[in-house]
Protein backbone atom coordinates (compact mmCIF):
# COMPACT_ATOMS: atom_id res chain seq x y z
CA UNK A 1 0.00 0.00 0.00
CA UNK A 2 1.52 3.16 -0.93
CA UNK A 3 0.62 6.36 0.60
CA UNK A 4 -0.10 10.08 -1.07
CA UNK A 5 -0.06 13.60 1.01
CA UNK A 6 -0.28 13.34 4.85
CA UNK A 7 -2.78 12.05 7.59
CA UNK A 8 -5.04 14.89 9.18
CA UNK A 9 -3.17 14.56 12.32
CA UNK A 10 0.41 15.50 10.59
CA UNK A 11 -1.48 18.38 8.81
CA UNK A 12 -3.03 19.71 12.10
CA UNK A 13 0.34 19.31 14.02
CA UNK A 14 2.54 20.95 11.27
CA UNK A 15 -0.27 23.75 11.46
CA UNK A 16 -0.06 24.09 15.24
CA UNK A 17 3.83 24.14 15.06
CA UNK A 18 3.71 26.53 12.58
CA UNK A 19 0.87 29.03 14.56
CA UNK A 20 3.22 28.95 17.73
CA UNK A 21 6.29 29.55 16.13
CA UNK A 22 4.43 32.67 13.70
CA UNK A 23 3.21 34.22 17.34
CA UNK A 24 5.89 33.84 18.82
CA UNK A 25 7.95 35.83 16.07
CA UNK A 26 5.30 38.43 16.22
CA UNK A 27 5.64 38.71 19.91
CA UNK A 28 9.51 39.31 19.44
CA UNK A 29 9.13 41.75 16.87
CA UNK A 30 6.53 43.41 19.07
CA UNK A 31 8.80 44.37 21.81
CA UNK A 32 11.57 45.04 19.30
CA UNK A 33 9.46 47.40 17.96
CA UNK A 34 8.39 49.09 21.50
CA UNK A 35 11.66 49.09 22.51
CA UNK A 36 13.17 51.23 19.33
CA UNK A 37 10.00 53.77 19.88
CA UNK A 38 11.10 54.37 23.49
CA UNK A 39 15.10 54.83 22.51
CA UNK A 40 13.59 56.96 19.38
CA UNK A 41 11.30 59.06 21.69
CA UNK A 42 14.44 59.37 24.47
CA UNK A 43 16.83 60.69 21.17
CA UNK A 44 14.23 62.80 20.15
CA UNK A 45 13.64 64.90 23.53
CA UNK A 46 17.22 65.06 24.16
CA UNK A 47 17.39 66.28 20.80
CA UNK A 48 14.24 68.88 20.81
CA UNK A 49 15.82 69.80 24.20
CA UNK A 50 19.74 70.37 22.58
CA UNK A 51 18.20 72.45 19.65
CA UNK A 52 16.14 74.64 22.19
CA UNK A 53 19.03 75.34 24.51
CA UNK A 54 21.05 76.05 20.85
CA UNK A 55 18.53 77.79 19.11
CA UNK A 56 18.12 80.31 21.91
CA UNK A 57 21.93 81.42 22.19
CA UNK A 58 22.08 81.89 18.62
CA UNK A 59 18.44 84.09 18.37
CA UNK A 60 18.91 85.86 21.86
CA UNK A 61 15.78 84.72 22.77
CA UNK A 62 13.88 82.01 25.66
CA UNK A 63 13.13 78.87 24.01
CA UNK A 64 11.39 76.59 25.63
CA UNK A 65 9.94 72.96 25.45
CA UNK A 66 6.00 72.41 27.03
CA UNK A 67 5.16 68.33 27.49
CA UNK A 68 1.35 67.72 27.11
CA UNK A 69 0.94 64.37 27.16
CA UNK A 70 2.74 62.33 24.50
CA UNK A 71 3.52 65.75 22.70
CA UNK A 72 5.57 68.53 22.99
CA UNK A 73 5.75 71.80 21.87
CA UNK A 74 9.33 74.03 20.86
CA UNK A 75 7.93 77.93 21.20
CA UNK A 76 10.60 80.67 20.87
CA UNK A 77 9.02 84.08 23.20
CA UNK A 78 8.84 87.45 21.12
CA UNK A 79 9.13 90.44 23.07
CA UNK A 80 7.05 92.46 20.87
CA UNK A 81 3.94 90.27 21.09
CA UNK A 82 5.10 89.25 25.12
CA UNK A 83 4.26 85.75 24.48
CA UNK A 84 5.39 82.44 23.12
CA UNK A 85 5.55 81.77 19.56
CA UNK A 86 4.98 77.85 18.18
CA UNK A 87 8.01 76.91 16.74
CA UNK A 88 7.58 73.65 16.01
CA UNK A 89 5.46 70.47 17.57
CA UNK A 90 5.81 66.67 17.59
CA UNK A 91 4.06 63.50 18.31
CA UNK A 92 5.99 60.54 20.52
CA UNK A 93 4.07 57.43 19.59
CA UNK A 94 3.97 54.29 21.54
CA UNK A 95 5.43 56.01 25.13
CA UNK A 96 4.33 57.98 27.90
CA UNK A 97 5.89 61.40 28.82
CA UNK A 98 6.07 62.80 31.93
CA UNK A 99 7.64 66.25 33.24
CA UNK A 100 7.90 68.19 36.15
CA UNK A 101 7.62 71.26 34.29
CA UNK A 102 8.53 73.48 30.87
CA UNK A 103 12.43 74.22 31.06
CA UNK A 104 12.97 77.55 29.19
CA UNK A 105 16.43 77.97 27.64
CA UNK A 106 18.16 81.58 27.85
CA UNK A 107 20.37 82.94 25.59
CA UNK A 108 23.77 82.65 27.95
CA UNK A 109 23.10 78.74 27.69
CA UNK A 110 21.73 78.06 31.11
CA UNK A 111 17.67 77.16 32.22
CA UNK A 112 14.75 78.65 34.00
CA UNK A 113 13.33 75.56 35.46
CA UNK A 114 15.04 72.70 36.20
CA UNK A 115 13.56 69.66 34.76
CA UNK A 116 12.87 65.89 34.65
CA UNK A 117 11.26 64.02 32.15
CA UNK A 118 10.12 60.31 32.39
CA UNK A 119 9.49 58.64 29.00
CA UNK A 120 8.24 54.93 29.54
CA UNK A 121 6.45 52.13 27.62
CA UNK A 122 6.04 48.64 28.83
CA UNK A 123 9.75 47.59 27.64
CA UNK A 124 11.25 50.26 30.42
CA UNK A 125 12.10 53.67 31.27
CA UNK A 126 14.11 56.51 30.88
CA UNK A 127 14.75 59.56 33.06
CA UNK A 128 15.89 63.04 31.44
CA UNK A 129 17.22 65.66 33.72
CA UNK A 130 18.27 69.38 33.03
CA UNK A 131 20.81 70.97 34.76
CA UNK A 132 20.91 74.58 35.82
CA UNK A 133 23.61 74.80 33.37
CA UNK A 134 21.55 73.80 30.62
CA UNK A 135 23.45 70.48 30.56
CA UNK A 136 21.05 67.50 29.49
CA UNK A 137 20.99 63.79 30.43
CA UNK A 138 19.24 60.44 29.98
CA UNK A 139 19.30 57.72 31.83
CA UNK A 140 18.00 54.43 31.69
CA UNK A 141 15.87 53.47 35.02
CA UNK A 142 16.11 49.98 35.99
Do not use: C
Not at 57 to 83: C, N
Not at 133 to 138: L, N, Q, T
Amino acid sequence: MRRNGFTLLETVIAMALAAFFVHAGSISIGRLVAKLRLQRAVWEIGSSLNQARFRSVWEGAPVRVRFEGARYRLEIYEAGAEGWRLDRAGLLEGVTVEANNSPAFYPEGTVSNLATIVVSNPTGSYKITIAISGRIKAARVA
